[in-house]
């Protein structure tokens, strides 16, 4: 006889958050090392993208934050070098996204991705905006964000003239759905 009841547990382990939402399962890993022997950026890595699973794995909240605070998830490129040699089709590259997402959000950013994360949430907000990659409005929002306002401005005239910075942002014409995006992963955020 069934009782009816449903067991609804939530897993709040942060391999349970990622698994809910990228549908990455961090247990799938058997740890062969496949996807950090190939991976082109992992001597740059504090944790290779192995071990990152192998914390994930354990669901240890020191591991956890060991990896939010990591630099690792930062120097990730999503070359997606690791999910082409992982026998268990681990989606590290996703996974990477999200942990940097919850790292944001957690306040805990590792001081050396100052720059990258500037870069990251000018990317973000040019779509946010434009609904496409605005290259001006990016490069100068960048520059503003990360304090290096005349780091590469020689470059400027350069790509301004062969046409490969535009100084009028375009909007596309479905602007209205990337802000939805936008507003609904905020209050996600916010829960
Ligand atoms: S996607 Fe990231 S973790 Fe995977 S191989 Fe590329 S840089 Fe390494
Ligand atoms: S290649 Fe896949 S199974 Fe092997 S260690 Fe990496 S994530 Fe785990």
């Not at 240890?60 to 990896?67: G, L, Q």
């Not at 996974?95 to 997402?101: A, E, G, P, S």
């Not at 350069?158 to 995006?181: D, V, Y």
Request: with cysteine.
């Amino acid at each position: 006889m069934s009782s009816g009841a449903h067991h609804h547990e939530v897993d709040n382990s942060l391999a349970g958050k990622v698994r809910h939402n990228t549908q990455v399962h961090a247990q799938r890993c058997y740890q062969c090392g496949k996807c950090s022997a190939g991976c082109p950026l992992s001597a740059d890595m504090d944790y290779p993208p192995s071990l990152v699973l192998r914390m994930l794995q354990t669901g240890d909240p020191v591991f956890e934050d060991k990896i939010l605070r990591s630099y690792t998830i930062w120097v990730c490129l999503s070359c997606e070098m690791c999910i082409q040699r992982c026998p268990m089709e681990v989606d590290i590259p996703v996974m990477m996204d999200y942990l940097r997402q919850e790292s944001i959000r957690q306040k805990k950013v590792n001081p050396k991705a100052k720059n990258i994360v500037s870069f990251h949430k000018s990317f973000l907000d040019s779509i946010k905006y434009t609904g496409r990659l605005f290259e001006f409005g990016l490069v100068v929002d960048y520059k503003m964000r990360s304090w290096k306002m005349f780091q590469d401005i020689t470059l400027m005239p350069g790509m301004i003239s062969r046409g490969k910075l535009h100084f009028i942002p375009e909007r596309i014409k479905g602007i209205k759905n990337i802000s939805n995006i936008f507003t609904k992963v905020s209050k996600e955020d916010k829960k």
